[in-house]
């Protein structure tokens, strides 16, 4: 998936985080180089699993990297292939119900369709 893509507006950015959660995410690159060295890394913290997926040339095989128990980068692809199934739904779609034990469960149109 070009990393553009986990990004590309604020729906899909907001769908992604709900479905990928305690993931932290950088740009970061080499000034010498930044077309080659751009990267979006990926860290879940304490987890130990981490990403990193390369912007230019992401098609090639080399072009991300992942470790740990998670594997980051598929999830957020995943994640994404969700939102493109769902319609691609804004954020007004999304709701959010917290119970009087202060549970919050976040859905899709109605509660009845929980996103997790």
Do not use: C, K
Request: proline share 7%.
């Amino acid at each position: 998936m070009d990393p553009d893509l986990a990004e590309e507006n604020v729906h899909a950015a907001f769908a992604i985080g709900l479905r990928v959660p305690g993931v932290r995410y950088v740009h970061t690159w080499d000034a010498a180089d930044p077309h080659r060295t751009f990267r979006i890394q990926l860290s879940d913290g304490p987890g130990g699993s981490w990403a990193s997926a390369r912007y230019q040339g992401w098609e090639q095989e080399d072009a991300v990297q992942q470790a740990g128990p998670r594997r980051l980068w598929d999830e957020v692809a995943s994640a994404r292939l969700w939102w493109l199934e769902a319609g691609r739904p804004e954020l007004s779609r999304f709701g959010l119900t917290v119970t009087a034990d202060g549970e919050q469960s976040v859905w899709l149109d109605e509660p009845r369709n929980p996103v997790g």
